[in-house]
């Protein structure tokens, strides 16, 4: 308890990014370990609804971190208490489903909520009585209050408006119209005179798109392990923040070997952030089995054969069919337009004119207006981006010979053909792919001399797939979260009983120091719709899921209970036999589906 006390003394409710230099190092040390220490040891609890809704969309902490609004298929905007995880509002009115939904990020109770009744309401969380509404012509995309002034952006169909709510009798004014649909508005997280909008477009040429800066790995703006990228975002212009640069990077602690505890020669898997049964990693997901330019092929497992088994390859040419074509079918990424306006707020209602423009990001992926975000200290943004990357050769011959079936196909609409043919037939190129489509998250300096640059970088597999990307209150680590089980993001099987249970990775904690992710969240049945940090280091997190749940990730309070023996790492006990015969039999299917799901990034 009194450690508790101490931290909460020392932490407050600060929420700026503070730099390790003086008197405030020891402030970010505190800061910094409470947050680690949160990631390092979770438990996590569903919130308990009754009825319970048919889809969690959007959710949002107050300020201080006591109440959390989410929003459902219901109609309803639920305030949920974060100590006791209970609901202690449902807020009605709604005639259909509110899309967003945002906490004042200084008045604990106050929010608002936009629906696709084209409706803007806001609320008091604490009486649950409607403050005000009103009607626009378009469902509502996005919403983001003023850190400052009473001014409350909204984006509507192809429009922009500024709204001084406070004021009796104020309307809405428009302040930016554009050619395609609004997708997210974004005001400075400390009322910095900025304001971030995207906007729909058409993805561009891949020859058109930058360049890749992860082809070796995570990008992190410092050394030569990138040189020689060339693009405008070239790493000997960038400069990375004393945040990052002066913080020690501090390795994830020893992973326990899924395969075969004890041992270190076979692959690992990042840590789950909750407890989970004796897993088995997908072997392909860590481990490749195409040989690729440069790259050493892997040993191959004693006893192991890449030809199928007798019997199985009508089920291996299925399965693999039906991977392929699920990832061919797939919808790309939205792509949007990410500008960055100066913005006056003492006269909100001025028009955002072209020089105002201040930056221009195009080809970035949007699939919810929390798939990009300020830093709490307002000095880095991240957003995902499409790039372009060179195809390995190999790969290509490697993919093309696992078609079963006949198929064409033109990935990049620009008279490059894939000609997949029968398994009496042989696979052929009729034209060499020279380029494809990549996708990263990348963290972008917004201010002092390396303002629009990019700092950092990590690829991203299932873009289409990514509905949120936060930064942590400490900017030390970011959420990736993702809203559907994607053959990609498969990470592994748990045995429960004699059955092995497929998990996907749901949800990713990256460091920022050096983009490698460090935490993840596998489940067997949740795909997130939305999700976001507490506000406070070390106060946990929360996500929303499609099925109408919510669920809090918290730090584990119980260990400090002088009765409660800790545990970082436990190995449970191992599967039965039949579970380890039954996952060697579909080892080979494994892999086949491996390369179906890496030839996703050839389908952009």
Known sequence: MLTELLQHRETGARKTCVPRTGNAGIEADIRSWSESDFLEYCEAKYVAFNPAPRSTIALSYNCDGTLLASTHGDHTVKITSCDGESVTKSLTGHRRTPWVVRFHPRERYILASGSLDHEVRLWNAETGECLRKYTFGKPIASLSFHYERDVLAIACGHKLYMWDYKQQGSKPEIVLKTRRSMRAVHFHPHGLPVVLTAEVMDPSETRHLPVTLTDQGPFCGVGKSNAGVASEDDPSSVTTSTMWMERPVVEPEEMMDATNPGSGSLPVLPPSMVPLGWEVPFPSAVRPVVNLPGVAP?????????????????????????????????????????????????????????????????????????????????????????????????????????????????????????????????????????ERVVFEVRIIAMDGLDFGKTLKAKRIRAAHCLTSVQFSPTGEHILLAYGKKHSSLLRSLVAQQNSLIPLHTIMEIARTADMMVTQALPSTDDEINAAAF?????????????????????????????FHEVHKIRSPAPPSEQSLRDFSDLRLMMHRTYLSSQSQANAS
């Open 298 to 434: 892997p040993p191959s497992d004693a006893g192991q054969s890449n030809d199928p088994e007798p019997g199985q390859g009508a089920q291996l040419a299925a399965a693999t069919y039906n991977s392929l074509w699920n990832i061919i079918g797939e919808d790309q990424p939205p792509r949007v337009w990410l500008r960055i306006w100066s913005f006056n707020s003492h006269k909100h209602a001025n028009y955002l004119e072209g020089d105002k423009l201040l930056l221009s990001i195009q080809d970035a992926v949007l699939c919810s207006e929390m798939g990009v975000d300020f830093s709490r200290c307002g000095r880095y943004l991240a957003a995902t981006m499409a790039c372009r990357a060179h195809m390995q050769s190999s790969f290509q011959a490697g993919f093309l010979r696992e078609i079963p079936v006949s198929m064409d196909w033109s990935p990049d609409h620009q008279n490059q053909r894939l000609v997949g043919t029968t398994r009496d037939q042989q696979s052929q190129i009729s034209m060499p792919i020279a």
């Open 534 to 562: 507490h506000p406070c280091p070390g106060g946990g997190l929360a996500y929303g899921t499609k099925e109408g749940k919510l669920r809090f990730v918290l730090a584990n309070r119980k260990r400090f209970s002088p």
